[in-house]
């Protein structure tokens, strides 16, 4: 089936930095979401793209869908404490089984106050 | 409007015994799933549920079964424990599936289960 590679696996940063992490697929999506998840907490949505090449903000947030439709970013400016957590790439596909959530195995995000 | 809630919260099973989950969404969601979520895995689908009455396998299904009788209900149930379902069980919902841009999946905040 499907797999995501999620990257870094972990990350320390400094409070006020900049963080980027990645997600790539060998298989194209026509959807890519963006998760985090807090401890103790289910998942939530961050960022939605529908569409390749399309960069979405939310915040200090910022996601865009690779042209390829292999791969999707996300950045998160200027990192403060609550960032802490778990950040989860997904993507989706149409139609029968492939509308189904595939999920990468998740950047935990760790920043030094 | 408590969205997706989940019951229990923490379970400690033997090997061998059974329970149920138990999954209520009040967004009048079609759409229904169950996941687990292992150190290091990320989610994974084990069941999903289109519309009441209907269900069908996700990625890991064995081992489980499910049930949609009500709409704003799914279980999630577990017939002979085994230690290999150790897991973070998410329950999510959505209002719709596949392309459209309503299609968030909603999480639940999770059932830690320990089997021993």
């Known amino acids: 089936g499907q797999q995501l590679n999620q990257s870094p696996q972990s990350m320390f940063i400094q409070e006020g930095e900049d963080v980027s992490m990645n997600c790539t697929s060998s298989s194209i999506f026509n959807t890519w979401l963006w998760y985090k998840q807090d401890p103790g907490e289910g998942p939530v949505l961050l960022i939605a793209l529908y569409k390749a090449g399309e960069l979405t903000s939310n915040g200090r947030l910022t996601a865009q869908f690779g042209i390829t439709r292999k791969d999707s970013f996300l950045n998160i400016s200027a990192s403060i404490p609550s960032d802490v957590g778990i950040y989860f790439c997904a993507g989706q596909n149409y139609g029968g089984s492939q509308g189904n959530l595939i999920f990468g195995k998740g950047t935990k995000l760790s920043v030094k106050p | 409007n408590a969205g997706v809630t989940q019951t229990p919260k923490f379970r400690v099973l033997k090997t061998g015994q059974s329970m149920t989950l138990l999954c209520a969404q009040d967004m009048n969601h079609e759409y229904m799933y169950w996941y687990r979520q292992d150190p290091g895995m990320g989610l994974r689908l084990i069941h999903y549920?289109?519309?009441?009455?209907?269900?069908a396998k996700g990625e890991v299904p064995d081992g489980y079964n499910v049930s949609r009788l009500k709409k704003q209900n799914f279980l999630l149930g577990l017939e002979s424990a085994a230690p290999s379902q150790t897991s973070v069980y998410f329950c999510?919902?959505?209002?719709?599936?596949?392309?459209?841009?309503?299609?968030?999946?909603?999480f639940g905040p999770g059932t830690r289960l320990t089997v021993l």
């Open positions: 549920s289109v519309g009441e009455g209907t269900t």
């Open positions: 999510a919902s959505s209002y719709s599936r596949a392309g459209m841009r309503n299609n968030e999946q909603f």
